[in-house]
């Protein structure tokens, strides 16, 4: 009896060492393995996002393939390079050509004497007519030509660009590298990630009806994530692209096309393309054209990010709107344009668990004491 006795501490005293090392162990590992991975983590994110969506149109493709989930996988992985190759090219196309034209239209103005009308058609502008004139015609600049205050600007721009050049090319390599990975990250998540995500289930602690309702939940999330984004810049876009095509704006189809592709970026977003637009209408009048573009831009396009994004959001995933707004400003701060995704992820997962904590603990019924 006594040596029956003994055996349960002793047994216990022999499992909890274990459990503490094993589980020590463990974490060691995962903070290894977090650290390993952390220069991809990024493109994971974005291929799982892509997989989470395509991979409805992945299974139906394989079915019309006669179950060849390879073929489906490729197909698809090349379909998402063509997405992104196409429309960079056209854009560059586009752009070659514009500055080809640009690059002959101010050597005409040059050699037809634009050079020497500048002072007087700055002078015009209104506002800061004066003192732009002052600046072209050589009071401001200590009394050099125009024609060498140009050629020394081009000088120190050459000068820059050169300096700056190695530093672009370098992070171009790296955001090519970025997508290529995520494209291959997104070929194995077609082909063996319903797999991982089982086993990544089966692992989770929780009971089926909770980890039921948290998969349910960032599903939900995600999806409102995205229709938010994507919602919400077409609307700036083709908001912007009214004004573009009333203003008289060249090429507004295509500076529209922009504005939606540059709506989601942080910093700037519509600005970058509606912000120049007006500095063009200022230049080439008359200044009401400025003035609505300006209003328009400031009042209508970018008020809709702050506007119509949360509410879209929010009316999908029950957050609270000021939560919300918090949270995707605190994502965008702390992880870039994933905290876009990440911030509203991770409050709506801690409303979940808050929700399965009232559910387990407080409306269990006190037990009487015996």
């Known amino acids: 009896m006594i040596g029956s006795r003994l055996s349960v501490p002793q047994f216990m005293t022999r ?65 998402a390079l063509a ?26 103005w040059i050699t037809g004497g634009g050079v020497e009308r500048l002072p007087e058609q700055v002078a015009a502008i209104p506002l800061i007519g004066e003192w732009l004139q002052s600046l072209v015609s050589g009071d401001g600049i200590r009394g050099i030509p125009m024609e060498q205050s140009v050629l020394t600007g081009a000088k120190y721009f050459s000068a820059f660009f050169v300096d700056q050049m190695g530093g672009f090319l370098k992070d171009t390599v790296l955001l090519v590298a970025d997508f290529f990975f995520m494209l291959l990250v997104l070929f194995f998540f077609y082909t063996d990630g319903k797999l991982w995500v089982d086993v990544l289930y089966e692992l989770i602690p929780l009971d089926e009806s909770h980890k ?11 999806r409102a994530v995205v229709k ?18 009333a203003l008289g704006v ?14 989601p970026i942080p910093l700037g977003g519509t600005a970058l393309i509606w912000g120049p637009v007006v500095a063009y209408l200022y230049w080439i009048g008359p200044l009401w054209k400025a003035l609505a573009m300006l209003g328009w831009g400031v009042g209508v396009v970018s ?18 709107i000021l939560l919300l707004v918090f949270s995707i400003l605190g994502g965008l701060s702390l992880y870039g344009m994933i905290g876009l995704f990440i911030g509203p992820v991770l409050v ?9 904590y009232r559910e387990e603990y407080q409306s269990r019924p006190a037990t009487p004491n015996v």
């Open 15 to 79: 499992s909890q060492p274990f459990t503490v090392v094993f589980f020590a162990l463990l974490l060691l590992l995962l903070y290894q393995l977090i650290l390993l991975f952390q220069p991809f983590l990024f493109p994971i994110f974005w291929a799982a996002l892509l997989a989470h969506f395509s991979y409805p149109l992945y299974e139906r493709l394989t079915r019309m393939l006669g179950g060849r989930n390879l073929l489906a996988a490729s197909t698809l992985t090349i379909g």
């Open 83 to 108: 997405v992104v190759v196409i429309p960079l090219v056209v854009t560059g196309v586009l752009l070659v050509r514009e500055a080809v034209e640009a690059e002959k239209a101010i050597r005409a």
């Open 212 to 222: 039921q309702k948290i998969i349910a939940r960032l599903d939900i999330t995600i």
């Open 228 to 245: 938010g984004v994507v919602v919400t810049a077409i609307v700036q876009g083709v908001l912007a692209g009214m004004a573009y095509g």
């Open 250 to 263: 060249p090429f507004p189809i295509v500076l529209m096309a922009l504005t939606i592709i540059l709506a």
């Open 303 to 320: 008020m809709v990010d702050q506007l119509l994004r949360p509410w879209l959001i929010g009316h999908d995933v029950e957050i609270p």
């Open 348 to 356: 709506s997962l801690l409303i979940t668990a808050l929700q399965i």
